[in-house]
DNA sequence: CTCTGGTCCTGTACGC
DNA sequence: TGCGTACAGGACCAGA
């Protein structure tokens, strides 16, 4: 599922191939993927001659800017975006087809139908949701150690959960949440008061760390993901617990566990990450 | 405040 | 072989 490394790397490849073309048409196949406007002929309509400017992201969140609105997308577990010219045949899972004024379409393909799309008046999308509640990415400034602290301080809940809530930080998902977790060595059942200064500085580091060298990797690609050239990423290729449920783990050899925790499967190993 | 469970979906992996 | 069923999951919402 792309969390916050994966969507990076879809924009990045959206900007080289669809910023400055322009929208000529739309067409929605799955109308419950547009979530609003309520009426999916007014986003329809709205799109009509709008020039992507440019294309932002918080969180895991694509923020297409165009002239008069933003397009606000969210992938969830198997969204994604590609090019495609006009007599491409269209696969049976494609839900929104931009036609773009090059003569070629950008489509957007959702195998669960679980991805989401906002259209909001340009500048306006930060005031509602679901951009209004986000919390700081892992690596920005307003992420600071007294920020962090200041939340993991003030819950009962499990450090797993808390790096899974978008409003505390935001582009942590199931995977990197183990991932971050692993390499910090804190078990996904800490509750967060117990937490220690180090162990948290040192889970601050590994958030932002682990999703930087995923970036570098081009994300990973477990299950579908790909970015909207269809290339997939290699981070996967250095995933320490995720996915690895009864495999020795790469640091001690103890066998790495699958258990439930805030109603998410999590990996994790019972000798590295010991919950104190 | 925060937890649980339902909702949205369908491909995959099971058990029999 | 084939069928039925459980499961996975990000964000949001209702209800306890």
């Given at each position: ?18 910023a ?85 379409e ?13 259209l ?19 690596f ?71 999703l ?24 996967q290729?250095?995933?320490k ?22 109603g ?13």
């Open positions: 599922m792309p969390e916050l490394p994966e969507v990076e790397v879809v924009r990045r490849s959206l900007v080289e191939l669809v400055g073309q322009r929208i000529i048409d739309v067409k929605v196949g799955w109308p419950k993927i547009i979530k609003s406007p309520e009426q999916h002929e007014q986003f329809q309509d709205a799109l009509k001659g709008q020039t992507i400017r440019d294309i932002d992201r918080k969180g895991k969140f694509l923020i297409f800017l165009l002239d008069d609105y933003s397009l606000v997308s969210h992938l969830r577990m198997e969204g994604k975006y590609s090019k495609h010219k006009t007599e491409d045949p269209v696969d049976k899972h494609t839900h929104v087809i931009f036609c773009l004024s090059g003569g070629e950008l489509r957007y393909r959702d195998v669960r139908k679980f991805g989401t799309m906002h909001f008046a340009k500048g306006s999308e930060w005031a509602v949701p679901p951009l209004s509640n986000l919390g700081p990415e892992p920005s400034y307003e992420f600071s150690f007294d920020y962090f602290k200041g939340k993991l301080m003030k819950t009962d809940r499990f450090i797993k959960a808390v790096l899974l809530d978008q409003t505390i930080v935001t582009g942590l998902g199931n995977i990197y949440v183990d991932e971050v977790l692993f390499r910090s060595r804190i078990h996904p059942e800490r509750k967060t008061k117990t937490l220690s200064d180090q162990e948290i500085l040192t889970l601050k580091e590994q958030a932002a760390l682990t930087q060298e995923s970036i570098n990797a081009g994300g990973s690609s477990v299950n579908t993901y790909m970015n909207s050239y269809g290339q997939i990423g290699t981070y290729n250095e995933l617990v995720y996915g690895r449920k009864d495999e020795e783990c790469y640091h001690c050899g103890a066998i790495v566990q699958k258990i439930k925790v805030a998410r499967g999590t990996h994790f190993c019972p000798a590295c990450q010991v919950c104190n």
